[in-house]
């Protein structure tokens, strides 16, 4: 069962919407097959919206979302996704002979989760430290990717269904 996310509760309780964060994997993969078309028409929607303020709310919703889930309860990027590494970043881990082969994590899951921890967690590269990537800016260009995170993220999730209630939006 998900966390109740009391900030958005707050904020909506005088319109009577009440939100749960959902943090199920299933439930996220479920969803996301479910609402494929929805999502898309809201895409549409956010083109025709201020990206500036699109980007606000999302960096807002993201600040007040990721806190109340717990990564190492989670792991599921490390699991699903191959992070691009710089050769400077592979140098901390990777013998020099090895770089090309490491280029993009190659072990699916990565070799380097343990326990649902990441093993280099100090050295890890920076594509892994920006994920879900939610603090960059121009949300609404990038939302082919945010898509397919959102199928894997749970922040990424949560942030979507909640920006469209910011928007007031509804699939018709
Ligand atoms: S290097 Fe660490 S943070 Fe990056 S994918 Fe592997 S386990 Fe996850
Ligand atoms: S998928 Fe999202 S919630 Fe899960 S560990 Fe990665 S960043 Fe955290």
């Given at each position: 069962?998900?966390?109740?996310?009391?900030v958005v509760h707050q904020r909506y309780s005088h319109s009577n919407t009440f939100m749960q964060?959902?943090?199920n994997i299933?439930?996220?993969?479920?969803?996301?097959?479910?609402k494929e078309n929805e999502n898309l028409s809201f895409h549409s929607f956010l083109k025709g919206q201020d990206f500036?303020?699109?980007?606000?709310?999302?960096?807002?919703?993201?600040?007040?979302?990721?806190?109340?889930?717990?990564?190492?309860?989670?792991?599921?990027c490390c699991l699903n996704l191959r992070p691009i590494a710089s050769n400077e970043e592979l140098s901390k881990y990777v013998e020099?002979?090895?770089?090309?082969?490491?280029?993009?994590?190659?072990?699916?899951p990565c070799k380097y989760l343990k326990d649902k921890k990441c093993t280099i967690y100090s050295d890890r590269p920076e594509d892994c430290r920006s994920y879900p990537y939610l603090?960059?800016?121009?949300?609404?260009?990038?939302?082919l990717g945010v898509l397919q995170n959102y199928e894997i993220c749970p922040i990424v999730f949560n942030v979507f269904e909640l920006l469209k209630i910011e928007f007031g939006w509804r699939n018709k």
């Amino acid at each position: 069962m998900g966390v109740y996310l009391y900030v958005v509760h707050q904020r909506y309780s005088h319109s009577n919407t009440f939100m749960q964060l959902e943090t199920n994997i299933k439930n996220i993969q479920q969803i996301a097959q479910r609402k494929e078309n929805e999502n898309l028409s809201f895409h549409s929607f956010l083109k025709g919206q201020d990206f500036d303020k699109v980007d606000a709310i999302v960096h807002r919703l993201y600040g007040e979302i990721a806190p109340q889930i717990n990564c190492l309860k989670c792991a599921n990027c490390c699991l699903n996704l191959r992070p691009i590494a710089s050769n400077e970043e592979l140098s901390k881990y990777v013998e020099e002979k090895d770089i090309e082969d490491f280029k993009y994590l190659m072990s699916f899951p990565c070799k380097y989760l343990k326990d649902k921890k990441c093993t280099i967690y100090s050295d890890r590269p920076e594509d892994c430290r920006s994920y879900p990537y939610l603090h960059k800016n121009e949300f609404v260009t990038r939302i082919l990717g945010v898509l397919q995170n959102y199928e894997i993220c749970p922040i990424v999730f949560n942030v979507f269904e909640l920006l469209k209630i910011e928007f007031g939006w509804r699939n018709k």
